[in-house]
Nanobody
C-alpha cells in the first residue's frame, strides 16, 4: 500500500509561487500525477511525470507556469507553480500508479493511489 503525503500548499497572491511536494517510500517505479479540484468543479489533471522523469505532461492552462520534477533518491515529486492565478485555486492531490516504463504518464484519472490533498488558494 503506497501512502502519499502532500505538502506545500497555502495562500498566495496573484502572480505568486508555491512548490508542492509529494512524498512516499518506494516511488521509483511509479508514474505520478497531480490533480486539482476547485469548489463546484470536477477534478482535473494538472501535470504528470513518468517513473524516471523522462516524460512530463501539462494541462494547457498551466503550461509555461508549472514544472513537475522528481527526486527518486528522496522519494519525492515536486510541482513548482509560478505565476499563480485565482483560477489555480483548489485542493491539489498527488496520485500514483505502478508503471516502470520511463516514458509513460497521463493526466487522465487512471491512478490507483491518492494523497489527502493540500489546499492552494490564490487571491486577487
Amino acid at each position: 500500500q503506497l501512502q502519499l503525503v502532500e505538502s506545500g500548499g497555502g495562500l498566495v497572491q496573484l502572480g505568486g509561487s508555491l512548490t508542492l511536494s509529494c512524498a512516499a517510500s518506494g516511488l521509483d517505479n511509479y508514474a505520478i500525477a497531480w490533480f486539482r479540484q476547485a469548489p463546484g468543479k470536477e477534478r482535473e489533471g494538472v501535470s504528470c511525470i513518468s517513473s524516471w522523469g523522462k516524460n512530463t505532461k501539462y494541462e494547457d492552462s498551466v503550461k509555461g507556469r508549472f514544472t513537475i520534477s522528481r527526486d527518486n533518491a528522496k522519494n519525492t515529486v515536486f510541482l513548482q507553480m509560478n505565476g499563480l492565478k485565482p483560477a489555480d485555486t483548489g485542493v491539489y492531490y498527488c496520485t500514483a500508479d505502478w508503471n516502470p516504463s520511463p516514458s509513460i504518464c497521463t493526466i487522465l484519472p487512471r491512478y490507483r493511489y491518492r494523497g489527502q490533498g493540500t489546499q492552494v488558494t490564490v487571491s486577487s
